[in-house]
């Protein structure tokens, strides 16, 4: 049981380079969600997913694309990176709101 | 807006210590109150809270809400080093999750 698995773990961007990111859980989760985090200000929701198929906005969307094909996967797309996206992202799934979230490992992405 | 503020931003205590961590939040909807430890990776569960006056427990942790006044306190008795972490706290509201800035305790020997 691997949990919540994000890849790449590092990634170095130019300025208006693309990229996705790739979250993978195995615990049958309807629940994804995809976070950043920056120093001194917590953890930002971005996007969120209750099921195959749906996606919904979170606090912070702006400049992010997400898509939830498959029920275990959840990805979040860079279309044009900027030096603001430049964090620690988090994805996490759980069985439903308010209940336990099971972080994945992280990516830190800088942006150049 | 919805709020959760955690206090203090951080705290410095000595191995063996008590330590009591903050939590308060202004919220539309209230449905649960997580608390979570964060090392240098991934937040970790701890404690998810609905109910004021229920004290959840689990060794030298333990945690309590209180709906009426808006906060939870993380107690955590007889510090040890790998107790030094972040703790963040987290209230479920119209199905989001609203997370407080954390509390970064560092434990010295």
């Known amino acids: 049981n691997a949990g919540v698995t994000q890849t790449p773990k590092f990634r170095v961007l130019k300025t208006g380079q693309s990229m996705t990111l790739l979250c993978a859980q195995d615990?049958?989760?309807?629940?994804m969600y995809w976070y950043r985090q920056d120093p001194g200000m917590g953890l930002r929701l971005i996007h969120y997913?209750?099921?195959?198929?749906?996606?919904a906005k979170g606090e912070v969307p702006d400049g992010y694309n997400v898509s939830r094909l498959k029920k275990q996967n959840f990805l979040l797309g860079l279309e044009s990176a900027a030096p603001s996206q430049t964090s620690v992202y988090f994805c996490?799934?759980?069985?439903?709101?308010?209940?336990?979230?099971?972080f994945g490992p992280g990516t830190r992405l800088t942006v150049t | 807006e919805d709020k959760v503020v955690q206090s203090p931003l951080s705290l410095v205590v000595h191995e063996g210590d008590t330590v009591t961590l903050n939590c308060s939040y202004e919220?539309?909807?209230?449905?649960?109150l997580l608390w979570y430890k964060q090392e240098k990776k991934a937040p970790t569960f701890l404690f998810m809270l609905?109910?004021s006056g229920i004290e959840k427990k689990s060794g030298r942790l333990s945690s309590i809400l209180d709906k009426k006044e808006l906060f939870s306190i993380l107690n955590i008795t007889a510090t040890q080093t790998g107790d030094s972490a972040v703790y963040l706290c987290?209230?479920?509201?119209?199905?989001?999750?609203?997370w407080g800035a954390g509390t970064k305790l560092i434990i010295k020997p």
């Open positions: 996490a799934s759980s069985t439903g709101f308010g209940y336990e979230q099971y």
């Open positions: 615990m049958n989760h309807e629940y």
């Open positions: 997913s209750v099921g195959e198929g749906t996606t």
């Open positions: 919220v539309t909807n209230f449905r649960s």
């Open positions: 609905t109910s």
């Open positions: 987290a209230v479920c509201s119209n199905y989001q999750l609203i």
